[in-house]
T-cell receptor
């Protein structure tokens, strides 16, 4: 059974204070690891897909990296509008089911 | 390009009732997946539909059922509602089933069971 654990559960940062969110996973065969951003009461918004260890992707202040056991979402010089819950998920071997972690709730104060 | 849409946005039902939630997939996508998200938790996979047939199911009882139509839109039906069914129900579409495709989510339907 695929498992995903995210840490920390909540993170408070000052504007401009860089940090990283962790996603640890166990899967029978990694088809893909996905990062989503979710604002309160809304659906998850796609950020990145990573397929193999060593892969990195960037978008504005966000950078996602992947190893064989975990993924990191690095946030550089965050702004208050980056405040959201960040979800990590892995795609199962059948390629149909995403298994999500519990998310990290990020709060960036001005 | 139209994204994933869901209706209704909010719904209030009483225990024992039945509910139908609807989803229109993103343009060009033929696969629809449904997830349940309880407050403060990550989404949980209910099932996926591809070519109008169920293509995988999570750990949910049979009173959760679905349909997919020829235009790739989909319905989620829940019978005999229980208080624990209160959650955000998310629909996601992807271009194809069984690959490595990204699933794109709709805004969700918030269901409250009293």
């Amino acid at each position: 059974e695929d498992q995903v654990t995210q840490s920390p559960e909540a993170l408070r940062l000052q504007e401009g204070e860089s940090s990283s969110l962790n996603c640890s996973y166990t899967v029978s065969g990694l088809r893909g690891l996905f990062w989503y951003r979710q604002d309160p009461g809304k659906g998850p918004e796609f950020l990145f897909t990573l397929y193999s260890a060593g892969e990195e992707k960037e978008k504005e202040r966000l950078k996602a990296t992947l190893t064989k056991k975990e993924s990191f979402l690095h946030i550089t010089a965050p702004k208050p509008e980056d405040s959201a819950t960040y979800l990590c998920a892995v795609l199962n071997n059948a390629g149909n089911m995403l298994t999500f972690g519990g998310g990290t709730r990020l709060m960036v104060k001005p | 390009e139209t994204g994933v849409t869901q209706s209704p946005t909010h719904l209030i039902k009483t225990r024992g009732q039945q509910v139908t939630l609807r989803c229109s997939s993103q343009s060009g996508h033929n696969t629809v997946s449904w997830y349940q998200q309880a407050l403060g938790q990550g989404p949980q996979f209910i099932f996926q539909y591809y070519r109008e047939e169920e293509n995988g199911r999570g750990n949910f009882p049979p009173r959760f059922s679905g349909l997919q139509f020829p235009n790739y839109s989909s319905e989620l039906n829940v019978n005999a509602l229980e208080l624990d069914d209160s959650a955000l129900y998310l629909c996601a579409s992807s271009p194809i089933a069984g690959g490595q495709e990204t699933q794109y989510f709709g805004p969700g339907t918030r269901l409250l069971v009293l």
